[in-house]
């Protein structure tokens, strides 16, 4: 049972990670708008580019994990 709650919360297809990158930069430029406002001029910026540039090392991570994960699936079953 709990084995099948933990598969609903795996990325299988690369859909799945194109649409949670999708929303993680949603919350990030929300985020960074909130900056903006909070911190106009220089340290506003930078703060904002830090949000949008931890979705893109999020986005390759999840994507080269995706990779990943599929050549070892076919490795294991040339190997069987």
């Given at each position: 049972m709990l084995n099948k709650i933990r598969r609903l919360f795996m990325i299988k297809t690369p859909l799945e990670a194109y649409l949670i990158i999708y929303a993680l930069a949603l919350g990030a430029?929300?985020?960074g708008s909130v900056y903006?406002?909070?911190?106009?001029?220089f340290g506003g910026k930078l703060l904002f580019l830090a949000c949008?540039?931890?979705?893109?090392?999020?986005g390759a991570k999840i994507l080269d994990c995706l990779k990943h994960e599929k050549r070892l699936a076919e490795e294991?079953?040339?190997a069987a």
């Amino acid at each position: 049972m709990l084995n099948k709650i933990r598969r609903l919360f795996m990325i299988k297809t690369p859909l799945e990670a194109y649409l949670i990158i999708y929303a993680l930069a949603l919350g990030a430029v929300e985020r960074g708008s909130v900056y903006l406002t909070k911190f106009p001029g220089f340290g506003g910026k930078l703060l904002f580019l830090a949000c949008t540039g931890a979705v893109f090392m999020a986005g390759a991570k999840i994507l080269d994990c995706l990779k990943h994960e599929k050549r070892l699936a076919e490795e294991s079953s040339k190997a069987a």
